[in-house]
């Protein structure tokens, strides 16, 4: 009777524990899975992963320490990066990262002062083309393009940059075989310069409730097909998002989803990464809660791919620097949709 009893409570042990790890898995409580730096010999930022004839390769910008433009927060003059990296990997927890070396530098771009921030790249028809921002002579950011042979490069830049670009941050996106390209950034990023696409002053307006840009690219990729439009980011109740815990400050990524648009981004001073979802590329995006908590050091930024049937967060932080906001490492982590489109929140001090 003992061993039955005994049997008896073993039996409901173990489904408690089930019923807990179900629970656990279908809430938005933060993920553990444990992340892996990727490339802990120098500092890579920013890291924008894509997948290339079944390879997983990885965009980043390229952090140094440099006097810069100035170090205040406000003009970016810290991130004074001058070239851009390529890496790859087969597998993404234990295979061998490759690094391809510098792929562009600001040297080779004829129309660039400074500051090679995030950038991305798409492929179509044979080539592959780098979105990449720049400050222009005027200190001004521009986006640029450059294009290759080959996802490794090396990239050849445009002479000039595309006609009418501004401030930063580009994500290129593919739906149904058209183009977009996602971007924006405040404060350092300038976006407060504009109202809609107009210059309208370097003091800029206020930082609540500015709007990121997307823009569908020309079939040639080298030129905006129509003008930049403003991204609607509105809460539950239709309200355009002004918290800033929640509001666009830049880093704009976007992916797909059973059939679902997730335009993901940093809130910056609050050093989120947020989404919001919505029925189609441009928008509106209704707010879905947040994918990161904030990370070591002041800057937030993403990217998210799916490789070989699992989803992965790339982003960076500042631990192995000490916390030195301006000398940050990639690293990577498993992304998890929930059953019910939501996305599990992940713990960015791990």
């Not at 990997?89 to 400074?114: C, K, M, Q």
């Not at 569908?216 to 239709?238: H, T, V, Y």
Request: aromatic share 14%.
């Amino acid at each position: 009777m003992k061993n039955i009893s005994l049997l008896i409570l073993i039996i409901l042990i173990i489904i408690t524990i089930s019923c807990a790890q179900t629970k656990l898995t279908n809430s938005h409580d933060v993920s553990s899975s444990a992340p892996r730096y990727l490339f802990p010999s120098d500092y890579m930022a920013d890291p924008a992963a894509r997948v290339f004839n079944g390879k997983l390769y990885i965009y980043p910008s390229h952090d140094r320490n440099s006097a810069g433009y100035g170090s205040s927060l406000l003009d970016g003059g810290a991130y004074d990066m001058v070239d851009y990296y390529v890496f790859s990997l087969d597998d993404v927890f234990s295979g061998e990262v490759t690094n391809h070396g510098v792929v562009l530098a600001l040297s080779d771009i004829p129309w660039a002062r400074g500051q090679l921030w995030d950038n991305d790249v798409a492929y179509k028809n044979g080539k592959y083309y780098m979105y990449f921002p720049a400050k222009d002579h005027n200190n001004l950011f521009r986006i640029g393009v450059a294009i290759a042979d080959r996802p490794e490069g090396p990239f050849i830049p445009q002479p000039e940059p595309i006609i009418g670009s501004y401030s930063i941050d580009p994500c290129v996106f593919e739906d149904e075989g058209n183009f977009y390209m996602y971007f924006g950034g405040i404060w350092g990023g300038q976006l407060q310069f504009y109202e809609g696409n107009t210059f309208v002053s370097r003091s800029g307006r206020s930082n609540s409730g500015i709007s990121p840009r997307v823009v569908k690219l020309r079939d040639d990729m080298l030129q905006f097909a129509e003008s930049p439009r403003e991204i609607s980011l509105i809460d539950k109740n239709g309200r355009v998002l002004a918290s800033n815990n929640s509001r666009f400050f830049e880093a704009a990524w976007m992916h797909k989803y059973n059939d679902k648009y997730y335009f993901s981004y940093s809130t910056g001073d609050t050093h989120n990464i947020c989404y919001a979802t919505g029925d189609n590329p441009y928008g509106p995006f209704t707010y879905q809660g947040l994918i990161l908590t904030p990370v070591i050091g002041w800057t937030s930024h993403h990217s998210i791919v799916e490789f070989k049937e699992q989803w992965y967060l790339f982003y960076h932080d500042s631990r192995p620097s000490g916390g030195t906001d301006h000398l940050r490492s990639m690293k990577v982590t498993k992304l998890t949709h929930l059953p019910d489109g939501t996305i599990e929140r992940i713990n960015g001090q791990q």
